[in-house]
């Protein structure tokens, strides 16, 4: 089984980028995003590759870092979501956007990937929401957004998330700068304060 190659950049595809590993090219389909930022024909690259082996073909699957692989294969636990999907999902989210969707339980986020429609997308952040904090990557404060998306935190809290998102910030950025205001105030501070901390986080 190939698990990376190390190599030059021969071509890069809509879907796909051709390798040079020594005079041999391997074909690696990719997200947009590991593609966007592989680099141009001639470059050296490395990409971390998923190898899937059928009876009548063996594919590759390349990506960046080894976590973006780690979420391809995770994201395929989830009934009607193959390759295809994944690679979307990786295409329009990164890992850590992923992982706060999850956490939030934001359907709409996962939803704007190709091909995933309302029911996969429920699917994908009710199947996973468990597994989130194992895949996190750069994602934090985990544990807050799935109250959040559960319905479970505390007023103050979810008070807070609700004020920064009706001044037109997305769940995800009302979220983070909560939790960044709570290291600063405490779990006991009251929405006020909450709120006049994320801000300020949100400004800087």
Not at 10 to 28: K, R
Not at 76 to 86: I, L, P
Not at 134 to 148: P, R, S, V, W
Request: a neutral charge; hydrophobic letters at 45%.
């Amino acid at each position: 089984m190939i698990g990376k190659l190390k190599g030059t950049i021969e071509e890069i595809g809509e879907d796909y980028a051709l390798v040079d590993v020594h005079g041999v090219c391997y074909v690696a389909y990719c997200s947009a995003r590991t593609l966007s930022k592989l680099g141009s024909v001639g470059e050296a690259c490395i990409l971390f590759i998923e190898t899937y082996v059928r009876e009548d073909q063996i594919r590759l699957f390349g990506f960046m870092a080894v976590l973006e692989r780690e979420w391809f294969n995770l994201l395929q636990t989830v009934q009607g979501v193959g390759a295809k999907v994944a690679l979307a999902l990786l295409s329009t989210l990164t890992p850590s956007e992923l992982a706060n969707a999850i956490a939030l339980q934001d359907r709409m986020s996962v939803s704007r990937a190709p091909g995933v429609g309302p029911k996969v997308a429920m699917r994908i952040v009710t199947e996973l929401k468990n597994k989130v904090p194992a895949f996190a990557g750069e994602a934090t404060n985990i544990g807050l957004k799935q109250d959040l998306g559960e319905g479970v935190a505390s007023a103050p809290v979810s008070d807070a998330v609700s004020a920064l998102t009706n001044l037109g910030y997305s769940r995800e950025q009302a979220a983070n700068a909560i939790a960044a205001a709570m290291k600063v105030a405490g779990d006991e501070a009251d929405s006020a304060k909450l709120i006049r901390l994320g801000l300020r986080e949100l400004s800087r």
